[in-house]
């Protein structure tokens, strides 16, 4: 077990915001710069980061911070990945369509991304994106995909969500979020539409997609608990 005397020396504000990044990160797995800007400043200074682990390394998990994105994740530890008994038993496994609706946003946040402003699109490019990649979805399902999505700081949206001008905010941490093995099925089925091919110019876009998310050499594991909480 660790030593966790640190603890009893860090400021009043310090274990404060310490118990709030534990906290968050067990219940929705990121901690985004541009969504909690506080809480990612505390998580990204290295003594900090340390403390955090050590914590986390008791229940077999840690946190990886990816700085140029300026996302924080909760991963399971390196060392409980093949643990008998430790499995991911409460591991969110998204549905086939809720990965294609995250490839969409996916893509989008990549098309636009800017390493200094939010990324905003409104409902009416995800439904024009989703056509192209042939998703359908009766609008109360995107509307609590949105809901799940905003619970893991995914994304956030305006009030107007029904609605084609509704805001949506896009939160880098879509990029960690999708299991990699996942994400080659569904392009392989994407590839394997001709016509769907052709209009996305020889799948170019999503190997660019790939690339992004092997160079940055993460997953991040989503925690579920209560989607309806």
Known sequence: ??????????????????????????????????KEERLYDFISSESNQYDINTYLAAIGYKVVVE??????MLQQNDDDIETVGLKRINLLRFEPRQVRLLLVLWLLFLERMGYAD?????????IDKCKIYKITMAPADFKKNYRLFKRFSLIDYSEDIATEDGKVKLYPSLQFCMDI?????????????????????????????DMEIQEAGMEADMESEDEDE
């Open 67 to 72: 700085e140029r994105m300026q996302v924080a």
């Open 118 to 126: 939010p990324v905003y699109v409104t409902v009416g490019d995800i």
């Open 1 to 34: 077990m660790g030593d966790f005397s640190f603890m009893n020396k860090m400021s009043e504000e310090d274990a404060y915001l310490f118990k709030r990044c534990i906290r968050k990160l067990l219940d929705a797995t990121f901690i985004v710069a541009d």
């Open 181 to 209: 093995g996942q994400l080659k099925q569904v392009m392989a089925e994407y590839a394997a539409d001709d016509d769907l091919e052709e209009e996305m110019g020889g799948m170019a876009e999503l190997e660019a997609a």
